[in-house]
Nanobody, 123 residues
Framework: VQLQASGGGLVQVGGSLRLSCTAS????????IGWFRQAPGKEREFVAS????????NYHNSVKGRFTISRDDAKNTVYLQMNFLKPEDTAVYYC?????????????????WGQGTLVTVSG
């Protein structure tokens, strides 16, 4: 059972990135997926989530209107589209899975975690 976060990289202010969270060893269909991030010297914080049915999403206020979370269960993947990136978005981004979850913003709700992918916004 493994989650793999990918798609991070270096981008300029105002640019875009799309992160992917892919599962291996289990199907994501029945899992809510959350994205969290941790900047250097800071605590991990909630970014966005989508419930297991895919009908409800939740965002941290700082990313509303800029980030979009979506899921493609056929590909066993959840995406985080990040637009209009700011320097304060620089962090390691983690995805996490919560069985039959509603898309909580609390990290202890999540059962499985990916290894993280680094996003650096310069400029």
């Amino acid at each position: 059972v493994q989650l793999q976060a990918s798609g991070g990289g270096l981008v300029q202010v105002g640019g875009s990135l799309r992160l992917s969270c892919t599962a291996s060893g289990f199907a994501l269909d029945y899992y809510a997926i959350g994205w969290f991030r941790q900047a250097p010297g800071k605590e991990r914080e909630f970014v966005a989530s989508i419930n297991w049915r895919g009908g409800a999403t939740n965002y941290h206020n700082s990313v509303k209107g800029r980030f979009t979370i979506s899921r493609d269960d056929a590909k066993n993947t959840v995406y985080l589209q990040m637009n209009f990136l700011k320097p304060e978005d620089t962090a390691v981004y983690y995805c996490a899975a919560d069985l039959l979850g509603s898309g909580s913003s609390d990290s202890p709700s999540y059962d499985y975690w990916g290894q993280g992918t680094l996003v650096t916004v310069s400029g």
